[in-house]
């Protein structure tokens, strides 16, 4: 059974950070493009960051340029996102989410995991 496991999520003050760590289990995703999206309460899903499979080529939503940093470690956990300066607008749940085409759009994602919550308190 394929699996995206997120983890590292919690609660932070403004200005704080959180790395979040995504694991894989079922398939290696080390030709993948992986990427996180989040929701918040109300709202629809989002893109906030990408990497290729390679590691060398990302994409950021404007709202976390400059904040949030993506890489990935294919032998270890396939992808990271270390976000610094966090602000309660990043409060949502996070998702990683794998596919086979390195984009911002959620269709192009052919696996996700079930989220780890974010709070960022002001």
């Known amino acids: 059974q394929v699996q995206l496991v997120e983890s590292g999520g919690g609660f932070v003050q403004a200005g704080g950070s959180l790395r979040l760590s995504c694991a894989a289990s079922?398939?290696?995703?080390?030709?993948?493009?992986m990427g996180w999206f989040r929701q918040a309460p109300g709202k629809e899903r989002e893109f906030v960051a990408a990497v290729n499979w390679s590691g060398r080529n990302t994409l950021y939503t404007d709202s976390v340029k400059g904040r949030f940093t993506i890489s990935r470690d294919n032998a270890k956990n396939p992808v990271y996102l270390q976000m610094n300066s966090l602000k309660p607008e990043d409060t949502a749940v996070y998702y990683c989410?794998?596919?086979?085409?390195?984009?911002?759009?959620?269709?192009?994602?052919?696996?996700w995991g079930r989220g780890t919550q974010v709070t960022v308190s002001s």
């Open positions: 989410a794998a596919g086979q085409v390195f984009s911002q759009r959620a269709e192009h994602y052919n696996y």
């Open positions: 079922g398939r290696t995703f080390s030709t993948y493009a």
